[in-house]
């Protein structure tokens, strides 16, 4: 992804949604020449504020959307598991 900030804005999107809690550090660290720390302070606060994210402390855990599209996901893949039916999520994200 050629965007620093669309590159970030997915990698926090992608990890609520497997929810995963993360810190900017971890974000930094997870991305080749990521943007400034205020830059992804940024994108963390629109997401928080869209309700994709909460912090609490210095971590950011998933909020309401991902928890419900997330729990959406999950339900979908048992589904998938006892029907034979496959759905690759890394390839949708």
């Given amino acids: 992804m050629k965007h620093r900030s669309a ?3 997915s990698k926090i999107i992608e990890l609520s949604l497997r929810g995963h809690s993360f810190t900017v550090s971890d974000i930094e660290g997870d991305i080749t020449n990521s943007p400034s720390r205020q830059t ?3 994108i963390c606060d629109q997401l928080r504020k869209d309700e994709w994210i909460e912090q609490r402390g210095k971590s950011w ?3 309401v959307k991902a928890q419900m599209i997330g729990s959406v996901t999950s339900d979908a893949q048992d589904t998938e598991q ?3 039916f496959s759905l ?3 390839e949708i994200l």
Avoid: E, F, K, N
């Fill in 7 to 9: 590159h970030v804005a």
């Fill in 40 to 42: 992804i302070y940024r």
């Fill in 61 to 63: 855990h998933p909020s």
């Fill in 82 to 84: 006892s029907s034979g």
């Fill in 88 to 90: 690759d999520l890394d």
